[in-house]
């Protein structure tokens, strides 16, 4: 699976578990209500907002969804905290 396919897949693994269409989910991910559905049309993605995209979907993942097994989920990182 490339990556392209991964992205989607998770986008719309997202959509089903929230109750959203790809446009409100491309919205909340992206910025762009248009994004993801010019990619399933064939459009192309720049690695860096691919990333970034990922890690979005991988933080405001649903408690309650399964992460797509097919797919490599992004790390979670988290701030280091400066204890005085």
Do not use: C
Request: charged share 25%.
């Amino acid at each position: 699976m490339d990556s392209i396919d991964s992205l989607l897949l998770v986008a719309r693994t997202y959509a089903a578990a929230e109750g959203l269409d790809l446009s409100t989910v491309s919205w909340r991910s992206m910025g762009d209500t248009k994004k993801l559905t010019a990619i399933v049309g064939g459009a192309d993605i720049q690695m860096r907002r691919f990333e970034k995209t990922m890690r979005w979907f991988s933080e405001n993942w649903p408690a309650d969804a399964v992460w797509p097994a097919a797919v490599a989920r992004p790390q979670i990182h988290v701030a280091e905290q400066v204890v005085s």
